[in-house]
């Protein structure tokens, strides 16, 4: 069974960092470009960040580019995203998923060509 598990979401103050991990099991994801997004209540679904197969990084949250930080473990099976000082704009669910592609996309308009999603981890930011 193809399977992305996120972990790591909380709630956090502002100002804080927290490490997103998602673990996928059932493929192996050396052949997959790995991306993050989130979507915060009310809100479209947005593009956060991206990492091709040679681990060439992408973000996509305008003007923000600086606090996300994505990785990749192709030993481990993982992808993580790391986000640094915490707004509570910063506040949603945020998913992981697969690309079959070598490069990320130029822009997150689209998510029709990604294939397998995980169920989400809640970030909340708040006092």
């Known amino acids: 069974q193809f399977q992305f598990v996120e972990s790591g979401g909380g709630l956090v103050r502002p100002g804080g960092f927290l490490k997103l991990s998602c673990k996928a099991s059932?493929?192996?994801?050396?052949?997959?470009?790995l991306a993050w997004f989130r979507q915060a209540p009310g809100k479209e679904r947005e593009g956060v960040s991206c990492?091709?197969?040679?681990?060439?990084?992408?973000n996509y949250v305008p003007g923000k580019w600086g606090r996300y930080t994505i990785s990749r473990d192709n030993g481990a099976n993982t992808a993580y995203l790391e986000i640094d000082d915490l707004t509570p704009e910063d506040t949603a669910v945020y998913y992981c998923?697969?690309?079959?592609?070598?490069?990320?996309?130029?822009?997150?308009?689209?998510?029709?060509?990604?294939?397998?999603w995980g169920q989400g981890t809640q970030v909340t930011v708040s006092q």
């Open positions: 990492i091709d197969q040679r681990s060439l990084a992408r």
């Open positions: 998923a697969a690309l079959p592609a070598q490069g990320c996309p130029s822009t997150m308009d689209s998510t029709s060509r990604f294939t397998y």
């Open positions: 059932g493929f192996s994801v050396d052949y997959y470009s």
